[in-house]
């Protein structure tokens, strides 16, 4: 269903594309034709198989030339954050589609499991009962995800 939707879509469609568990079973990968559908989008022609339970973002247009999407894949327990700009060049008085472009594209990656390991070493350092503890100060949470 998938691959027949982005096959159907009209050149200069963005398209979103997250999973944010699992896209397949642990002992059927994904077929070839799921990234043949993606690099029509921009994914690249190296791009890695994305693995079971694996999370995977992807902003991309349709008709992309492949390798030019934002696209982030991570081990589980990672949330990936994508942005990009989106911009259409004005379409011609013959009323052809409009060239799509993405620029100022950035890939944040939060890793849960790394978050509730420090929070529970900056409890362990501190003694809990004024809320205080030993860290620094700064959040860790999805506001600063790093790169």
Known sequence: AMIRFIDGLPDGRVVLVSITDTA?????????????ALRSL?????????GYRMPFAMIGVKGLPEGEAVMAMDKTKVIVRLEARVTAAAADAGGATAA???SDKTVER????DHIL?????TADG????????????SNGPAAMEE
């Open 118 to 122: 420090a929070t529970q070493e900056e």
């Open 127 to 138: 003694d809990g009962k004024d809320g205080s503890s030993s860290g620094s100060g700064q």
């Open 42 to 50: 921009g994914a690249p022609a190296n791009m890695e198989p994305i």
């Open 24 to 36: 397949m079973a642990a002992t059927r990968p994904l077929v070839a034709e799921i990234y043949t």
């Open 110 to 113: 939060y890793d849960i499991t």
């Open 100 to 102: 799509v472009s993405l």
